[in-house]
């Protein structure tokens, strides 16, 4: 069951702190990844600036969620002489975005791994419950040999996270990282307590969940803002 901020005795300071010095939660705070974030944050942002840094923010998350893919030799030879230089071991990438709003992130992303593969996981929460509910799945036939990066700029709950995580798991895939734009600490929580061997990337780790289960301070509806919904 995800941690809710008004559950008693939670200390949302002490389980913030905690999510952050978890050495498997990488915050990428980069100063341009700050910046950018605060924009989007913005109310008065507009669909398309939206859009477009939502897609930019993943290429920066992707950068450090990749940063540990082994590296082999490969003999070149430059325009003046031959040389060893290094390539990327065979490492054979699914992008996974949950959504809607995980397709903010795909592009960014393939940016960065042009042959990595698209699996999808379409799911809506329950505006009373809160609970995720799946509408569409669909992965690639080798899903198991590969690293899955889960997209989805939102982290709140944690359930939507939590259910596309277990439906990997089921598929037999040994690598999962979960990248988000904006979590909420009871959300990293519940997807850490559910699955130990994941590891998040997020650009920031919030102070709570509202009453509604939205993110505060946060940025409000991540998909109707990248579609222009509602
Ligand atoms: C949002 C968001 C996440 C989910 C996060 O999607 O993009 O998928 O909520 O909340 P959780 O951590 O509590 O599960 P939403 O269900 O609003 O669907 P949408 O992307 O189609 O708007
Ligand atoms: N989904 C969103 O898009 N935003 C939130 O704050 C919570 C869930």
């Known amino acids: 069951m995800p941690l809710h901020s008004k559950d008693k005795g939670v200390n949302m300071g002490s389980l913030r702190d905690a999510i952050v010095n978890d050495e498997r ?33 993943a290429i920066f998350e992707g950068y450090e969620a ?10 070149i030879k430059t325009p003046l002489e031959k040389c060893t230089a290094k390539q990327v071991e065979g490492k054979k990438v699914a992008i996974i975005p949950i959504l809607r709003a995980g397709l903010g992130m795909v592009d960014g992303l393939l940016q960065l791994v042009p042959t990595a593969r698209v699996g ?3 799911m809506y929460r329950d505006p009373e419950t809160h609970e995720p509910h ?37 598929e037999g895939v040994k690598d999962i990282r979960l990248l988000v734009l904006v979590a909420a600490p009871e959300g990293i ?11 998040v990337y997020t650009c920031s780790v919030d102070t709570k969940l509202s009453d509604t289960a939205y993110i505060l301070p946060g940025l409000g509806d991540a998909g109707d803002r990248i579609f222009g919904t509602k």
């Open 134 to 170: 799946e509408y569409y799945c669909k992965f690639p036939q080798d899903i198991d040999k590969r690293t899955c990066l889960v997209v989805d700029p939102m982290l709140a709950t944690g359930g939507s996270a939590i259910l596309a995580i277990e439906r990997l798991r089921k």
């Open 25 to 57: 939660v990488v915050i990428v705070d980069h100063p341009l990844v700050q910046h950018k974030l605060s924009i989007l944050r913005d109310e008065a942002t507009t669909t398309k600036h939206f859009r477009e840094l939502v897609g930019e923010l």
């Open 120 to 122: 999808h996981v379409g």
């Open 189 to 199: 929580q519940a997807v850490l307590e559910n699955d130990p061997n994941v590891k």
């Open 66 to 75: 990749t940063r540990d893919f082994p590296l082999e030799d490969i003999e």
